[in-house]
């Protein structure tokens, strides 16, 4: 797996702008946001449609023509520096076909933050873009208005990159051991959904795997993993990193499902890592080279996430 081009870090007064490609956006979260970001001497921007909410389908904000046209106009915006996603939800896989990925290929490699339904994002902007994107908290989302930790290790990121090379979690050795690879992953189920599709990685071989996920049944959480190992797509992974599972059954049962199912891949995995759907979730970069050691519970990257 190759590393992938990593875009410029954010400077004062750099222009973000915030896009819905997923689910419906309250408005005060997202002004609280917004403050945030003002704060940090950014100069946020909102695309048109961010507040919309769809005429039938009430989990998604706006149409797919819409959301769509957001993400793509922002993204080749010369005066945008980076883009922001509000929230997850669900929505992106009916308008990540919708976008002209050769417009924004030649747009250049800029700054994409996001998690959660926007793992299918992070997927087609490494396959169809080559780019080194951000696994973090979003404009509109509790973590990134209330808690500390996740704001400021997602501002190190963005602004200083060189400073969180290391990326300590505290969490444990499922397996212990080390190993390299490129980082990628995100939300289990949305890796599942992405099998078969258009334009999709054909498997995580070389990769250091990053999963979590949300409001899932322990069975469910057993298909999306026995589905990755049926495909092959978990064949030749370097390592695997475990982040939260937040609303799932008790962890010791989905603890004792994760060793069941990856226990046997014979890599390093690290579970608790503390990203996700969780309380003062870390920033992941995606696209890098890094080397994970199971035992300390550390990623070290290879180079900063941002040039």
Not at 130 to 155: S, W, Y
């Amino acid at each position: 797996m190759k590393e992938l081009v990593r875009p410029a870090r954010l400077a004062p007064g750099a222009r973000v702008a915030v896009v819905a490609p997923s689910g419906p956006v309250p408005e005060e979260r997202l002004q609280a946001g917004l403050d945030v970001l003002r704060g940090w001497d950014l100069d946020p921007v909102v695309a048109p449609h961010v507040l919309d909410r769809h005429g039938e389908f009430t989990y998604l904000a706006g149409t797919d023509a819409h959301r769509a046209a957001d993400l793509q106009a922002a993204w080749c915006d010369p005066a945008v520096d980076a883009v922001l996603c509000a929230r997850g939800g669900y929505g992106v896989q009916r308008m990540t076909d919708l976008l002209d990925w050769d417009a924004m290929r030649a747009a250049g490699p800029k700054v994409f933050v996001g998690f959660s339904d926007i793992t299918a994002l992070h997927e087609a902007f490494a396959n169809r873009l080559g780019l080194v994107t951000l696994h973090g908290p979003m404009a509109a989302g509790i973590d990134f208005i209330k808690n500390a930790r996740a704001q400021e290790h997602l501002r190190a990121t963005l602004f200083a990159p060189e400073t969180v090379r290391t990326i300590t979690s505290g969490g444990t050795a499922l397996v212990p051991g080390r190993a390299r690879g490129v980082t990628l992953g995100g939300c289990l189920c949305l890796l599942a959904a992405d099998l078969g599709t258009p334009h999709a990685r054909t498997s995580a071989r070389g990769g250091l795997l990053c999963l979590e996920d949300v409001g899932e049944e322990t069975y469910r959480l057993d298909r999306y993993l026995t589905q990755l190992l049926r495909a092959g797509w978990l064949d030749g992974v370097r390592g695997v990193l475990l982040g939260s599972w937040k609303d799932c059954d008790p962890y010791p049962q989905v603890r004792a499902l994760l060793v069941d199912r990856l226990g046997g891949l014979g890599v390093p995995v690290v579970e608790e890592f503390g990203f996700g759907h969780c309380e003062g979730a870390l920033t992941i970069p995606f696209g890098v080279a890094a080397e994970l050691d199971a035992d300390s519970g550390t990623l070290t990257l290879e180079e900063p996430a941002l040039r």
